[in-house]
């Protein structure tokens, strides 16, 4: 492959995506379409499927497209929708239905259906090639000129050898991306590395019914509760899954990886019992660690510190896996980065660009992980101790948000925004009246009928 460059914005060039995940695979498709030259490396060597494949942990758990992500592959990916939905993938309302205009629906599949569905679009495209089993040694670095005087990313050495040049080079390695590492001091985190015990552990069982049918989805799928939380997503091909989320200093919970431990404690969560009791389990008890909310930035006082690579995806910043935000926060980095490399011809242009407009557009919601997981993580570190957290204000409200949400219109409104990604936690929490009905009815709820106590109990018995 022959060196390229983008000195004019609408100028193809030649592209390597490194990795071929959702992410990675939604980026070289919309670059693809531009008429760009794109080569995806992918380290693992088998192709995706509808089974398992080598991958992180991460590769069999629970994850939605929210209606964020799903309006862009609408938009620019149509035809990858229908791929998915033919794989087994299943459209649902995250709000049970609520409003007529479909506002909130999402779509259910598990990473093996995304992959498999994309890297089948991915094959049609004349210009875009995975090769797989091919990872990346080191980045070819030139000093750049002019004003920026910052390294500038030309392409990639793979672990077999080969050289391959580039206009551009795209991070979607995912959360462990060995490119920071590459990059040495040239990329900057956001916040210092978390001590090992930081975050949170996920435990999760997927059910299928005789019939196939599944059963009707929550009208929030999503619940916190004295040490834990909940997540009941419908899946693909018939299936659903139910995770418990625990905190990974809780060293107690950590035995919900045996089965029957894990099917007690969820059996005492009213929301579950209908999908507990509606099928059978057909997998064990699937555990993975939850990635903390962390971002890197090649962005310092408004400068790029190295040009010709941007990152998506996890690569980009990983959010609170509860969430769900992940799939939809990569298919929108996308967009934008399409959109930058459409705009900007100069690599520092257009990094500044697609950085900013993503800080723009997906920021607030990975301010937002980040607040909760501090405060979700204090208040449960304080039930440990047997003492109570008392946190800010703003923690306060948004308690009170979680705890009416089903008990008012506006609130569940506001609240289906955030969590569809539909509007930001700031624009949502500010509509008139939202905050104060629920502080409210927050303060007229009775006490949870669950409690660390009772979660102890169930796993001593």
């Not at 693992?44 to 497209?65: M, N, T, Y």
């Not at 599949?109 to 004349?126: C, D, I, K, N």
């Not at 299928?208 to 091909?237: C, E, F, K």
């Not at 980095?333 to 900013?356: C, F, I």
Request: aromatic share 6%; with cysteine.
């Amino acid at each position: 492959m022959g060196r390229a460059s983008a000195d004019d914005a609408g100028m193809t060039m030649d592209v390597v995506v490194l990795g071929a995940g959702p992410a990675g695979l939604a980026a070289a498709l919309l670059l693809s379409t531009d008429g760009h030259r794109v080569t995806v490396l992918e380290r693992d060597r088998a192709e995706p499927s509808l089974g398992e494949r080598r991958g992180g942990s991460q590769f069999r758990q629970p994850d939605v497209v929210l209606p964020r992500g799903l309006a862009v592959l609408n938009r620019q990916l149509p035809e990858a929708i229908a791929a998915i939905e033919v794989a087994g993938g299943r459209r649902w309302d995250l709000l049970g239905g609520i409003t007529p205009d479909r506002r909130y629906e999402s779509l259910s599949a598990g990473q093996p259906v995304l992959e498999s569905a994309l890297a089948h679009v991915a094959s049609r495209v004349p210009n875009l090639e995975i090769r797989r089993g091919v990872g990346v040694s080191k980045l070819l670095t030139v000093w750049s000129g002019g004003t920026t005087g910052v390294p500038h990313v030309r392409g990639v050495v793979t672990d077999e050898g080969r050289t391959l040049e580039a206009g551009l080079v795209v991070d979607a390695g995912g959360g462990d991306s060995p490119v920071a590492a590459m990059l040495g001091d040239l990329q900057h985190l956001s916040r210092a590395a978390a001590p090992p015990d930081f975050g949170f552990d996920l435990y999760s069982r997927y059910f299928r019914s005789s019939d196939g049918t599944i059963p009707s989805p929550p009208a929030w799928p999503l619940d916190h509760h004295d040490s834990v939380s909940t997540l009941a997503l419908p899946g693909d091909n018939g299936t659903w899954s139910l995770t418990l989320v625990v905190s990974r200093r809780d060293w107690v919970m950590r035995s919900l990886y045996e089965e029957r431990l894990w099917d007690r404690t969820a059996a005492l969560f009213p929301g579950l019992r209908e999908w507990l009791e509606y099928g059978r389990p057909v997998t064990g008890v699937l555990t993975a660690p939850g990635r903390c909310t962390r971002r890197r930035s090649p962005v310092s006082d408004g400068r790029p510190s190295v040009t010709g690579l941007v990152s998506v995806g996890d690569a980009w910043g990983t959010t609170n896996p509860a969430f769900c935000q992940g799939l939809s926060m990569a298919l929108v980095q996308a967009e934008l980065l399409r959109e930058a490399v459409r705009a900007h011809g100069e690599p520092d242009k257009m990094m500044l660009a697609y950085e900013e407009a993503a800080h723009a557009a997906l920021g607030p919601f990975y301010d937002t992980s980040l607040f909760w997981e501090h405060n979700r993580l204090a208040e449960i570190y304080a039930a440990i101790r047997g003492r109570r957290f008392y946190g800010s204000p703003n923690w306060t409200a948004a308690k009170a948000m979680e705890t009416a949400k089903l008990a008012d219109p506006d609130v569940l409104t506001a609240m289906g925004d955030i969590g569809s990604m539909l509007a930001s936690p700031e624009e949502a929490m500010s509509r008139p009246g939202v905050v104060g009905k629920a502080l409210a009815l927050a303060a007229e709820s009775p006490a949870p009928a669950l409690t660390r106590a009772d979660f102890l109990a169930a796993l001593s018995r």
